[in-house]
């Protein structure tokens, strides 16, 4: 009867410890897995702040316009109307897709 005993606690202790291991174990990311993903946020944004400027310069700004994502709408010298998105492209639209910017309220 105490080897049975004995023989049932161990087997419980043996599988609890086996359930605590299987959960405790999670996929982490290395180091260079991190650093690749900031990276490539900081590249995007350097590269959308370095267009807009661009595009404020060269380009007209749609007066009382917005994209589709809220941002300014810019027409080319070809009379084209686009907006730049978070990896900084140029998107361009139809005029379907300009909104009307609301009024700010004072």
């Known amino acids: 009867m105490r080897k049975q005993?004995?023989?049932?606690?161990?087997?419980?202790?043996?599988?609890?410890?086996?359930?605590f291991n299987a959960t405790a174990q999670e996929k982490k990311e290395s180091v260079g897995q991190a650093i690749g993903k900031t990276a490539t946020k900081v590249g995007n944004k350097t590269a959308e702040v370095a267009v807009k400027g661009?595009?404020?310069?060269?380009?007209?700004?749609?007066k009382g316009?917005?994209?589709?994502?809220?941002?300014?709408?810019?027409?080319?010298?070809?009379?084209?109307?686009?907006?730049?998105?978070?990896?900084g492209n140029?998107?361009?639209?139809?005029?379907?897709q300009i909104k009307t910017r609301p009024e700010k309220k004072n």
């Not at 589709?68 to 998105?85: A, E, L």
């Not at 140029?90 to 379907?96: A, D, I, P, T």
């Open 5 to 19: 005993i004995l023989v049932a606690g161990l087997a419980l202790a043996c599988f609890t410890a086996f359930a």
């Open 65 to 87: 316009k917005m994209a589709p994502d809220g941002s300014d709408v810019y027409i080319n010298g070809k009379n084209k109307k686009y907006y730049i998105n978070k990896k």
């Open 54 to 62: 661009a595009s404020k310069v060269a380009d007209k700004t749609y």
């Open 90 to 96: 140029r998107v361009y639209l139809k005029e379907s």
